[in-house]
């Protein structure tokens, strides 16, 4: 400042301090306004426009986060720090405050725009595969926590004239304080890491957690929660750290492998099983899925029973059933079907049988995934098993209704 009073002194110019300052001060505003003016109303602006009419995505996400507009108010508050250590004199109160307030300005400018180049990273980073494997929004996201706790102590020491490494040193006495108040934040990071390191969760998995009642597909993982798009279009918030400490169902390897699981049964009536007879095994043998069972049975039971004598017995001689006959005929049913596939576990069992008769449940795996497909394909095959199964003289068995009670109160009146 001694320079500019001197330069005008020669100029026949007598002025005093204090006129020599808003002097000073009106040349750092203008210039500021000037910097001001070329970065955001010519450069960024010619920019944004380009980017606008660019076909490349990149240009696109760094306009839309605005990292060269945050850079640019970097700039500017570090051209007003460098004047002010040019015009004013040093160890002044005028240099003081308007340098910490340049060097507040420059902070914070320099956090935002590194939040923005954290999000184009994160934004760019979405339009390639391998950012579905891993939580990359929770890693951000504890990345910006981290950079605004490191900022605030810079703020806070330059406020008060201290160094930061006072402040650090003292934030030892406030560790359980912070450790309870980033509770949610840091068991958050750490999980988003597990879960990345052994790949237990992606973007758009079908998760199943009945405990916080998510039934549908990861929307997003942040921080501190993950959002789940439940099939009902309801949004569901799960604690990331809940994913770590309880368990939960992730139907991804199902989507995989191309194959959705039939698991269901039918309880026939016990009182409805039997002993095939001859007119019941020439009716069945028409049965082209059957035939071949139905031969190769019946010679095999003919040769056990000549090797056994003549003995009429029932007790000693062996004889097909109609609920075993079923089930051979429901597993070619699901071999021959065209939306089953072949090369997964298939097969027709008996479970135990219990107060609401036997069991008999089908286990298969569809061609598709695709929800409503599977609904259609399992209701079919189930639509065809309650139609053909009193061609076996077998019974479904169902608890009484209105209708059976009504009908016995008629029968007996």
Sequence with gaps: M??????????????????????????????????????????LRAFEKRAQASQHFWLQIITQNKLFHRVAFTLQGIVVQVQAALWLQKGSDASSILINCAQLWVM???LLAFFSLLDVLLNLSQKFTFSSQLPLKGIFQGVKL???????ILIISLLLGQSPAILISGLGAMAAVLMLVFKDPILGLVAGIQLSANDMLRLGDWLEMPKYGADGAVTDIGLT???????????????????????????????ASGGRRIKRSINLDTTSIH?????????????????????????EISQWNEQ???????LNRRKMTNVGTFRV????????????????????RQLAPDANGLPLEIYAFTNTVVWAEYEGIQADIFDHIFA???????RIHQAPTGNDIRALSAARA
């Design 2 to 43: 001694q320079e500019i009073i001197l330069a005008l002194k020669q100029w026949g110019l007598e002025i005093n301090h204090t006129t020599s300052l808003i002097i000073v001060f009106a040349i750092i505003i203008l210039t500021a306004i000037i910097l001001h003016v070329i970065l955001h109303r010519i450069v």
């Design 108 to 110: 914070l400018y320099t």
């Design 146 to 152: 981290v950079s605004a706790i490191l900022v605030g």
């Design 275 to 299: 002993f095939l007879d001859e007119q019941e095994q020439q009716r069945l043998i028409q049965a082209k899925l059957l035939k071949p069972y139905m031969d190769s049975r019946h010679e």
């Design 225 to 255: 929660t993950v959002k789940v798009q439940n099939w009902d279009n309801t949004i569901t918030t799960i604690p990331t750290w809940s994913l770590v400490s309880d368990s939960f169902k992730n139907w991804s390897g199902m989507s």
């Design 329 to 348: 005929y429901l597993n070619e049913y699901l071999r021959n079907h065209p939306r089953i596939r072949k090369d997964m576990t298939l097969m027709v």
């Design 308 to 314: 056994q004598g003549g003995d009429e017995s029932i």
């Design 388 to 394: 053909v199964v009193e061609e076996f003289g077998l």
